[in-house]
């Protein structure tokens, strides 16, 4: 990484739980492809205040995280397709001054959904109502899923979320409630930057709907092995974690930020990186 300079080039992720996988995974790009660029992340105690400072200080991109994707949405200029068709932000480019908002969550599932050959046929549990759960929502929605109940304490959130991409709603899960495929999009399982979480060392689903499924899902990035994907992998199910959605989603905001997409051999060096803390 080059040492710190005046013409280097700034991009930041803010959530209220900042983990060190996107600055890994980005610094480690910049550093193979020679870029005079930096990246660093931050949990901001004011949301309005952090977004003034990427317009006002030229920073090139912001990756936003829980709980912001939508707080967001009031402080951007333009909306792509990508984030104007969930109500969800992930990724801001900041061109001169005008902030234009993405979703790259959305491109991750889908992605991951065909890589593991998910047949939508599959039945599907679904926890969770926020911005992630958008983007997983609509990816299973233009998948061809059907049968998708989504599960979320907030009444109002839940029914309204569900009813948008027309599935199910349930306020909350029991052992007796299975299916094919069972995602977790909340904070469940996530371990914070300096120490786990409430829920750090919580399983999101009932052991017993583990085992009932085909396909373990969860989003949590941070550890890669939550509780959930531990007990999936124990119980001999399909995995897919919240690393490899952290990766690509990554993968899309670099290319977003710097215009350049990196070959294959350089993602999984960065990937590899990522995942060495």
């Known amino acids: 990484m080059p040492i710190l300079n005046k013409d280097m080039t700034l991009c930041i992720s803010l959530s209220a739980r900042p983990s060190n996988n996107g600055t890994r995974f980005h610094n480690h790009l910049y550093e193979q492809l020679g870029l005079n660029w930096i990246y ?5 105690t004011d949301l309005a205040q952090a977004i003034a400072g990427v317009r006002g200080l030229g920073i090139r ?3 936003v995280s829980m709980p912001y994707k939508e707080d ?5 200029d333009v909306m792509d397709p990508s984030a ?14 005008t902030l234009t908002a993405y979703n790259t969550d959305y491109t991750a599932i889908e992605q991951l959904l065909q890589r593991n050959a998910v047949p939508a046929a599959y039945s ?3 926890r969770g109502a926020g911005g992630m759960a958008k983007a997983t929502a609509a990816a299973l929605r233009d998948a061809g899923f059907r049968d998708v109940t989504m599960i979320a304490r ?11 991409y027309g599935f199910a709603w349930r306020a909350d899960v029991d052992p007796s409630l299975t299916a094919d ?6 904070p469940i399982g996530m371990a914070g930057s300096m120490a786990g ?4 060392d919580s399983l999101s689903f009932p052991q017993e709907t583990v085992d009932a499924a085909k396909v373990v899902f969860d989003v949590v990035a941070l550890p890669a092995e939550t509780p959930l994907i531990k007990a999936g992998r124990a119980a001999g199910k399909i995995v897919i974690t919240g690393a490899e959605v952290a990766t690509i989603q990554a993968l899309e905001q670099f290319v977003l930020y710097t215009g350049i997409r990196p070959t294959d051999e350089q993602v999984r060096a960065a990937e590899d990186f990522m995942r060495a803390q």
């Open 40 to 44: 660093k992340a931050f949990a901001p």
């Open 61 to 63: 991109g912001c990756a």
């Open 72 to 76: 967001v949405i009031a402080l951007v």
């Open 84 to 97: 104007k068709a969930i109500d969800s932000v992930n990724t801001i480019v900041n061109d001169g001054g």
């Open 124 to 126: 599907v549990l679904l």
């Open 154 to 164: 907030n009444e109002e959130a839940g029914r309204a979320l569900a009813g948008l």
């Open 181 to 186: 495929m069972i995602i977790n999009v909340t």
């Open 197 to 200: 979480g409430p829920d750090a």
